[in-house]
């Protein structure tokens, strides 16, 4: 596939998929599955238990995929930085933490984290070698 590889098109590839999986699953505005569930009539069961599927499958593989190739360590650095950034917005003044920011806030950096985990073994395979697998069960 040109242009999903390691480079700028592939990672924002990643980044709005990580994005849609993130704020389709719950966001502030009302707009999302967890919304979606928790009105009872609104739309039949099985295409609730179907989208649950689908968004399960594609959490399963981001966290997955993000875990081969950060590891703990990584995810641990990844979180940090992304809070250290939003710390330094809101101490900065350029984040207001009022109402929902946070929330939208705090997505937008587990987004980036599942982005930057689904990159980084692309990354790590150009740089070194070496090539992520997965562990036996």
């Known amino acids: 596939m040109a ?5 700028i098109p592939g990672f924002l590839l ?13 966001n502030p505005s009302g707009t999302s599955f967890a919304h979606w569930v928790r009105q009872g009539g609104a739309g039949p069961l099985p295409l609730k238990i179907l989208a649950g599927i689908v968004l399960l499958a594609g959490w399963v593989f981001c966290i997955r995929a ?14 940090a930085f992304f809070g250290v950034l939003v710390w330094l917005f809101v101490d ?16 937008s950096c587990l987004a980036a984290t599942l982005a930057v985990g689904l990159s980084f ?8 070698g070496q090539v992520d697998e997965a562990e036996p069960e």
């Open 14 to 26: 990643r980044l709005v998929a990580a994005v849609l999986l993130v704020f389709a699953t719950y």
């Open 92 to 107: 900065l003044k350029g984040v207001d933490v009022k109402g929902s920011a946070v929330t939208w806030i705090v997505l």
């Open 121 to 128: 073994s692309l990354v790590k395979r150009r740089v070194t």
């Open 66 to 79: 993000t875990h081969r190739s950060l590891g703990h360590a990584g995810a641990l650095l990844a979180g």
């Open 3 to 7: 242009g999903v590889g390691v480079s």
